[in-house]
């Protein structure tokens, strides 16, 4: 089986790759979310719909971070107690600290990991995700969760993953950037049916209902920059988990998703909501 560098050199040699112009012109999920978490690779427009966002929402900054850190907690959650071995990741975002790959593998050295993101401005900081330590492997596709059948016959997934075990999928902070007419729901649900039993899925979604006039300014500020955001309900959000059986404590706040520093003091601070569910 090919190891990962030369996983890695078949995506960035791809052809198709190569022609997609970074767009550092128009602003972009992954550069803004970087802007708010401290990094460096975000540009003026960027930043200019960033800081509009907080505007909107003082604490948008807080929470970025805090949807991060659930993503870590959630990631440590499947690589431990539910002993998953294997993840997709889909809205990868630019690496950063506590990348999936690092949190599973620094749980579970062996865990597999393939990301997928859309941003051509990700797959350029790809090898910073193909790091693997131990035993494990991470491999990444430029690909469009809009396309999901397309990820799965991805030869880069199924040379990574061995879909006929379970795995933790993870779609944290990247469906509110499609809007209903795309269909989300069943997106997502492509996705979960092609995942054997035992399977996990870790979502995390805008909410509608923590802040509703903060998040219709917030709305506005993205549709100014041309940027689809949807933020959902609880109900919305706890859709796309379906029949699959949530992990106690349910769809919750992201702070509220068993935090490992103690209970916040307003869990509702960060007005995302959280779940983790399994694949009965
Ligand atoms: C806000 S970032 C979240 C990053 C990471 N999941 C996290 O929570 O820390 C959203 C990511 O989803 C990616 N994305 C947006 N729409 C996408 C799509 N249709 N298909 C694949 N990736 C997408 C963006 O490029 C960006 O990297």
């Known amino acids: 089986m090919p190891d990962d560098i030369e996983w890695m050199k078949r995506g960035l040699e791809d052809p198709a790759i190569e022609r997609v112009d970074l767009r550092i012109d128009i602003p972009h999920s992954a550069r803004m979310y970087d802007f708010w978490l401290g990094g460096k690779t975000n540009f003026p427009p960027d930043r200019a719909l960033g800081e509009a966002f907080e505007q909107a929402i003082p604490s948008i900054k807080v929470m970025a971070r805090e949807n991060r ?42 865990s597999r990991v393939v990301y997928v993101d859309n941003d051509p401005i990700v797959l350029a900081h790809a090898r910073a995700l193909m790091d693997s330590t131990g035993s494990g492997r991470t491999a990444y596709i430029h690909a469009d969760l809009l396309e999901p059948e397309k990820i799965l016959a991805d ?93 106690d404590p349910g769809v919750v706040p ?15 601070a960060a007005y995302y909501w959280s779940g983790v569910a399994r694949k009965r």
Do not use: C
Not at 72 to 92: N, P, S
Not at 200 to 210: E, L, M, Q
Not at 214 to 241: H, I, Q, S, W
Not at 254 to 268: I, N
């Open 69 to 110: 850190r659930f993503l870590g907690r959630a990631v440590r959650y499947l690589a431990g107690e539910a002993g998953i071995r294997q993840f997709l990741d889909i809205g990868t975002g630019i690496p950063t600290e506590g990348n999936t790959h690092e949190v599973a593998q620094t749980t579970a050295p062996d």
């Open 254 to 268: 992201v702070m509220g998703w068993r935090p490992e520093d103690g209970e916040p003091a307003d869990p509702a």
């Open 155 to 247: 030869p880069i997934l199924t040379g990574t993953l061995d879909l006929d075990q379970p795995v933790g999928l993870t779609l944290v902070a990247v469906l509110m950037l499609v809007a209903d007419h795309d269909a989300p729901w069943a997106k997502a649900r492509v996705l979960m049916d092609a995942l054997a039993p035992g399977s996990y899925v870790a979502i995390t979604h805008p909410g509608a209902d923590f802040n509703p006039t903060a998040m219709a300014a917030v709305v506005e500020a993205a549709a100014k920059g041309n940027m689809t955001l949807v933020p959902r309900t609880r109900d919305e959000v706890a859709r796309f988990f379906g029949d699959w059986e949530l992990v």
